[in-house]
């Protein structure tokens, strides 16, 4: 069986000019957001300790714990709200379509009996309050003509709620069963978030106009507004209030964060400004905050969650990210350091230490998607959808300069013989091209539709699937390829090839969800019936000794066999990524770590059947 040890979560997943909504849970110090299809749960103080739920049919918007901490209501843009509980086997207590559109806000009522959401839907179908438990409406909701992009309740009783959104309108809600009281018309721009003070004696709302007004809890009346002076320069996205109800933390498109003392009056004073750290460039703004205890949290554009100490402002922030979208290839480096690369489609490719987790992000000059990605100690090698492929040196998590080589068609497949990384191999899709170093050794046109390819450790040898499901043996003798021979077994599209680190053996895969493990020098099936996935095999990896295989497959699931033994003693990994497994590497013998289209990284520990 196989044991989940570490998991490397993906970040929040953003949108420009769009605020994000991150929730917290202050008794076990946790916070929940959205990617995609899954709600990450994780703990600040152990960022290694990730849940994931991904029950949704769509995507994902926003997530919020209950008020004693044993639910997570969850919202997704088809307008459904999902109640499961977070501990356990996370049992689902309800669904229900409350919009037609995307739901952007969600919150719980301070007795856990009520929810109301917000977002997008049809006529002046904008917001929803219901019980949580039968789904019963609560209220009538009428006075907003667009989305609505945030909602809260009043945290004491009388219960409020207030609403705002894309039609500049601050809308206060008396009830239950809530009814419309009045409307403000103070920004001058959509209003991204309106949040009531833990004590709801007062709310406060923020817009893109730059503006942050305070309003009465009880009667919905402005009070004041933050310093325009000491203002934001940008679109303010996301306010939180400190857990005392005299201060707030807001984020702004200007790429920082700012504290504000909250007056008697209602006026907010600046108190400090915090910098974000990075570059200064788009991905550095701001789009989401949550003050949680003494954490102070920011969420940047490009997803990189900064946690300040509130009541230590000297402290240096600790900054942890990682990937957004889909991740498409997996490398361990066999340095003795435990590093960890990981590339997804959108150009990024981040370093990760075993024990540690996040360690940065390599800085590309090249800001090119990735569709290929291999690497050798201390240099990378990766190829995008432009036909190019680049070899770059890496010193530390800075990629140094190179040129690029045009390899004439898109490339389908990369690998780098490991006794001579000089030597890669291409795959496009009418034949390879082979590379030395920097350089096109040869181009070799095949007369067959190629899929995938892999070249021996040694470099003497390589291997060619076809989409015909025939696997093709060439020797490799300088800049020509010298067909050996041709083997017949798989059903489907040859769609992973992988050498054993000893060069004794080779495995393949197909789109028929069969793996085959092959003798390399008798080229007979050493290992059969590999038929246990449901969909097709996306990725091969072997153990450092050449005893194990593993595969990972569209159908969420990870499957690891002994080469000595029948295929029906495996270990399976079921449900290891959700949308499914595209990346697979062993760090030693018993541990495995895997990557997918839920854009997290997990380590697996094999345990002895």
């Not at 370093?351 to 240099?379: H, M, N, P």
């Not at 070799?444 to 040694?458: C, E, H, M, Q, R």
């Not at 004794?504 to 793996?515: L, T, V």
Request: hydrophobic letters at 35%; aromatic letters at 8%.
């Amino acid at each position: 069986m196989a044991q989940l040890s570490e998991t490397y979560a993906c970040v929040p997943a953003t949108e420009r000019g769009r605020g994000i909504l991150i929730a917290g849970d202050a008794r076990s110090d946790s916070i929940a957001y959205c990617n995609g299809r899954s709600v990450i749960i994780r703990r600040l103080d152990a960022p290694l300790e990730a849940t994931i739920y991904g029950e949704h049919a769509y995507q994902v918007t926003v997530a919020r714990f209950s008020p004693n901490g044993e639910w997570v209501a969850s919202a997704d843009v088809s307008g459904t709200v999902r109640i499961w509980g977070r501990h356990g086997d996370r049992a689902l207590k309800n669904e229900f379509r409350v919009l037609s559109g995307r739901v952007d806000d969600l919150q719980w009522s301070p007795d856990g009996l009520r929810i109301v959401a917000c977002g997008d839907g049809k006529g002046k179908s904008f917001v929803r309050a219901f019980m949580w438990d039968s789904g019963t409406n609560v209220g009538e909701f009428d006075g907003h003509s667009r989305r609505v992009l945030s909602c809260a309740f009043k945290p004491t009783r009388p219960f409020r709620i207030v609403t705002c959104g894309e039609d500049f309108l601050v809308n206060f809600y008396e009830g239950p069963p809530f009814k419309f009281k009045l409307s403000q018309r103070e920004h001058s721009n959509f209003v991204n978030c309106a949040r009531f003070s833990p004590d709801g004696s007062k709310f406060i709302t923020v817009s893109s106009d730059k503006k942050g007004i305070l309003y009465d809890g009880k009667t919905g009346e402005k009070i004041g507004e933050l310093s325009i002076q000491d203002g934001h320069k940008g679109s303010i996205y996301a306010v939180s209030w400190s857990p005392d109800s005299k201060q707030v933390l807001t984020v702004s498109a200007d790429k920082t964060a700012k504290v504000w003392d909250i007056m008697e009056d209602g006026c907010g004073k600046l108190r400090r400004t915090l910098a974000s750290p990075g570059s200064g460039g788009v991905d550095d703004m701001l789009v989401g905050c949550l003050w949680q205890n003494d954490h102070l949290v920011t969420v940047s554009l490009g997803g990189t969650m900064t946690i300040f100490s509130a009541s230590d402002p000297d402290k240096s922030p600790v900054s942890f990210s990682g990937h957004m979208k889909s991740i498409t290839s997996l490398v361990f480096l066999q340095s003795g350091q435990n590093v960890i690369l990981s590339s997804s489609y959108d150009g990024i490719i981040t370093r990760w230490i075993r024990g540690i987790g996040y360690a940065g992000k390599l800085v590309r000059k090249d800001s090119t998607q990735i569709k290929c990605f291999a690497a050798a100690e201390e240099e990378i090698i990766t190829s995008g959808f432009d036909n190019k492929v680049w070899r770059v040196p890496v010193n530390g998590d800075q990629c140094g300069d190179s040129q690029p080589v045009d390899v004439g068609s898109q490339p389908m497949g990369l690998t780098v013989a490991a006794q001579t990384p000089e030597l890669a191999i291409v795959s496009t899709d009418s034949g390879v091209v082979l590379l030395q170093g920097p350089k096109v050794v040869s181009p070799i046109k095949l007369g067959y539709s190629v899929t995938t390819s892999a070249i021996s450790p040694d470099g003497n040898e390589a291997i060619v699937g076809g989409q015909d499901g025939k696997l093709h043996i060439y020797s490799v003798n300088g800049d020509t390829l010298t067909e050996e021979a041709i083997l017949e077994k798989h059903r489907g599209t040859i769609t992973a090839i992988c050498y054993s680190p000893d060069a004794s053996m080779f495995a393949s895969a197909d789109a028929n969800r069969e793996a085959v493990v092959w003798d390399r020098i008798s080229r007979e099936v050493k290992l059969k019936n590999m038929l246990y996935h449901t969909a097709r095999i996306n990725c091969l990896a072997w153990s450092p000794d050449s005893h194990l295989i593993a595969t990972g497959s569209l159908d969420t699931s990870v499957i690891v066999y002994e080469v000595d033994k029948p295929a029906s003693s495996r270990i399976t990994i079921k449900g290891a990524h959700l949308g499914g497994v595209y990346g697979l590497a062993f760090i030693d013998q018993n541990s495995l770590v895997s990557a997918g289209e839920d854009a997290c990284v997990r380590v697996w520990k094999l345990l002895p059947q």
